[in-house]
Nanobody, 124 residues
Framework: QVQLVESGGGLVQAGGSLRLSCAAS????????MGWFRQAPGKEREFVAC????????YYADSVKGRFTISRDNAKNTVYLQMNSLKPEDTAVYYC?????????????????WGQGTQVTVSS
């Protein structure tokens, strides 16, 4: 079992920044991939970014490339999502998730464990 706890969400004006954190506990392995997804009201949950625990390779959705940065601190078992130049359309609940297969993917059904989510609201 893996437990994930997100934090760092909040209200920010367009153009501002936020940093989300996801602390992982329980059974974690260096082969895992950690992902961030988001879900806006009335929309499907969508991929934002993911990172390999080992090696740190990163992947991003086109909509956030150049604005968001995913990183990890292996010693703290924590993954971060630095979000800059935020737009109103970034408003959503942001979730972190674990893919135990180690295949970095944007497909949400491949992820096995999910956090409870943290709300990000960007005002115009």
């Amino acid at each position: 079992q893996v437990q994930l706890v997100e934090s760092g969400g909040g209200l920010v004006q367009a153009g501002g920044s936020l940093r989300l954190s996801c602390a992982a506990s329980g059974r974690t392995f260096s082969t895992y991939v950690m992902g961030w997804f988001r879900q806006a009201p009335g929309k499907e949950r969508e991929f934002v970014a993911c990172i390999r625990w080992s090696g740190g390779s990163t992947y991003y959705a086109d909509s956030v490339k150049g604005r968001f940065t995913i990183s990890r601190d292996n010693a703290k078992n924590t993954v971060y999502l630095q979000m800059n130049s935020l737009k109103p359309e970034d408003t959503a609940v942001y979730y972190c998730a674990v893919d135990r297969s180690g295949i970095a993917t944007s497909v949400k059904t491949r992820y096995d464990y999910w956090g409870q989510g943290t709300q990000v609201t960007v005002s115009s």
